[in-house]
């Protein structure tokens, strides 16, 4: 009988879920997350949306060996959760949670964790030794791959690259109530920041001037069209990602960096405005890891998480 | 027979050498390092020196079953060095020199690391699941032991802490050409260069002020003793640290930070002034690596070298 995992990416408002047999992917599809009052029915969700999809395609249900869950927030190595904000999600263990529902192996991760995981494992990075993946979207997310295997940190906060402090200059807050995290010039949110303060405060000639709807989008193609605030947006967003991309190097020494989420879109002109800033502040590595765009997009959640499936799996003595 | 491993420690003007059992250490000794003009010796003299203390010990030579090495420079995974500008050694494979004329398993890796896995292996980490160690002597060091594996990066520069900017408006050069690394503030000349600087420009009164030959502990005996200027190189040197080791929270999140080398004899003043901005640069982590003084002193070197070699040995199906 052909085996089966699932890789479930749990977010705010949808659940993406994909099947997957050791050799490709059977299945991919979404289904509504539970509201903050429901919460508590997440893993009933979870099961039923498999059970469901398996039927459909004619699979046994003990075909399923293993579930891998993305999450939104911290995950300890013993697979704790503290109180997740995005689902209202309380203080708990959710890979056993679901675990006692389904009866196979179920484990939990980081969904920027999982998402770093499959880029590293089947996209962007398939084959390197190590690989590091920045997640640029409305925050910034991250995730360290060595071995195949997420570096998430005895405490739960490994590869939180989002907020590291790469200003302690800086006067305005961050989401996380800091000053000077990453995610204020490097996500989708900051690159606007960075445009509107270059508009307001230094007044620049712009094609952005009289665009009171700016977008990530608009400023990148400003920069692309050769506009001083685009461009100056987009500087500052190379020197403050290349500052932390060069912690990274100095640490883990990745193979490849990876950069994904909604703001890679913008291609290219990222990774050239990124990478003179990893060579300013690592002046003392001959080599370093080649900065590389994602390749899977949406889909990178599930993907990594059915590679945790595969790997509880295996521990369980089941592949 | 009893199995031995021999872990060696290279270093500009002496080998350090140990002996060990797979419980302990039967012997640890020292031998001049070959002069740069006779470095071509290097694997001669380790060998002549690991067989003349097997013959005092009354050790068979087929009772050695591996050697590990830690070398002043990057070692890539595959073994490789570039030029070592300490050693005068060209770029090699190390392991693979010594291995040919040993005729058992060598591998070599950086001295930093091997003074980290020492630490985290049989020292002050010791049963944490990972734990990284700066060596803050006349420079800075670093290193990243997770599950007992160093993490030496794909191009060999993973641990390179020393050499992360952490003052990117910093105008003074440091020895690697760069400018602001962590090394510039918190080696054993960054705290006595903090000093000077602050008796020069701030004109703050203190005891050093009169102290022509400032050392890094007449500054830290200040400091202890309530100095303005102590105290505040101190609060320089646990900033800078403070702010490096933030990121190292962010990226690995070990169980473990150590603090290790010849600055670390000044005590618990240290940990107490990284602390406080550990804890203010990772804002987002609700727990975080406890930071411990290194145990081992000198030995960490050795001892991390023959926990390669225990690894060489069991991957070569030998233990």
Redesign the interface.
């Known amino acids: 009988m052909e085996r089966y995992v699932a890789g479930v990416d749990v977010g705010g408002t949808t659940i993406k879920m994909g099947l997957f047999t050791e050799t490709e992917r059977v299945a991919l599809w979404e289904v509504k997350s539970p509201s903050r009052s429901e919460v508590e029915h997440l893993y009933e969700v979870i099961r039923d949306a498999l059970y469901a999809k398996m039927d459909e395609l004619a699979i046994p249900r003990e075909a399923l060996k293993a579930v891998g869950m993305g999450l939104p927030g911290?995950v300890s190595?013993d697979g704790h959760i503290?109180w997740l904000v995005n689902l209202g999600l309380g203080a708990s263990y959710p890979g056993k949670e679901l675990e006692t529902l389904m009866g196979i192996p179920c484990v939990a991760g980081n969904d920027a964790n999982m998402a770093a995981l499959g880029e590293a494992v089947y996209g962007a990075a398939k084959g390197a030794?190590?690989a590091v993946m920045v997640t640029l979207g409305t925050g910034v997310g991250?995730g360290?791959v060595?071995d195949g295997k997420i570096?998430?940190?005895?405490?739960?906060?490994?590869?939180?690259?989002g907020?590291?402090?790469v200003n302690?200059d800086e006067t305005a807050a961050c989401n996380?109530?800091?000053r000077g995290c990453l995610e204020q010039y490097a996500s989708a949110t900051g690159i606007v920041r960075s445009a509107r303060k270059l508009l307001r405060e230094e007044k620049m000639p712009s094609v952005l001037t009289d665009d009171d709807s700016l977008t990530c989008k608009t400023v990148m193609e400003a920069a692309k069209a050769g506009d001083p605030v685009g461009l100056k947006a987009l500087d500052i967003f190379g020197r403050y990602l290349g500052?932390m991309l060069?912690?990274?190097?100095?640490?883990?020494?990745?193979?490849k960096i990876i950069i994904g989420g909604g703001v890679s879109k913008a291609g290219d002109i990222l990774v050239d405005a990124v990478n003179q800033y990893i060579d300013r502040?690592?002046?003392?590595?001959?080599?370093?890891?080649e900065v590389i765009l994602a390749t899977l997009g949406n889909e990178a959640g599930t993907a990594g998480a059915a590679k945790i499936a595969w790997d509880a799996c295996r521990e369980a003595g089941e592949a």
Do not use: Q, W
């Open positions: 911290p190595a503290p030794k190590s991250g360290i060595v570096i998430a940190g005895f405490h739960g906060v490994g590869g939180e690259l907020h590291i402090v302690p996380c109530g800091n500052l060069s912690y990274v190097v100095l640490t883990i020494d990745p193979e502040y690592t002046h003392i590595a001959e080599n370093r890891g």
